[in-house]
C-alpha cells in the first residue's frame, strides 16, 4: 500500500518561503515521477510541478524562477521549495505518485500579511 504524507505548511507572509516534504511508502520511489498539485478554495486542483525519476523537471507558468522540486531518493522523499511566496499561493498543496495515481492528505499553505 502506497503512502504519500506531506509536512510542512503553514502560515507565511507575502514573500516568506516555506519548504514542503513528501514521504513516501510502500513503492519503489526512486523509479517513480512524483508531482505537487494544489487547490484554492473554489478552483479546480493544478499541476504545480513535477520531477521524474531522472531528475527532469516541470513547473507551472505561474511559480517559475520561485518554486523549486527536488528528491532525495534515499530517503523516499520529494520536496517542493517555495520562495517569494504571494497571497495568490494559498492553497492545499498534495504531493502525487503518478503511477496508481496516489495521493497525500494534503498541507495547507496559507499567505497572508
Known amino acids: 500500500q502506497v503512502q504519500l504524507v506531506e509536512s510542512g505548511g503553514g502560515l507565511v507572509q507575502p514573500g516568506g518561503s516555506l519548504r514542503l516534504s513528501c514521504a513516501a511508502s510502500?513503492?519503489?520511489?526512486?523509479?517513480?515521477?512524483m508531482g505537487w498539485y494544489r487547490q484554492a478554495p473554489g478552483k479546480q486542483r493544478e499541476l504545480v510541478a513535477s520531477i521524474t525519476s531522472t531528475g527532469s523537471t516541470n513547473y507551472a507558468d505561474s511559480v517559475k524562477g520561485r518554486f523549486t522540486i527536488s528528491r532525495d531518493n534515499a530517503k523516499n522523499t520529494v520536496y517542493l521549495q517555495m520562495n517569494s511566496l504571494k497571497p495568490e499561493d494559498t492553497a492545499v498543496y498534495y504531493c502525487?505518485?503518478?503511477?496508481?495515481?496516489?495521493w497525500g492528505q494534503g498541507t495547507q499553505v496559507t499567505v497572508s500579511a
Open positions: 510502500g513503492s519503489i520511489f526512486s523509479i517513480k515521477t
Open positions: 502525487h505518485q503518478y503511477l496508481g495515481d496516489y
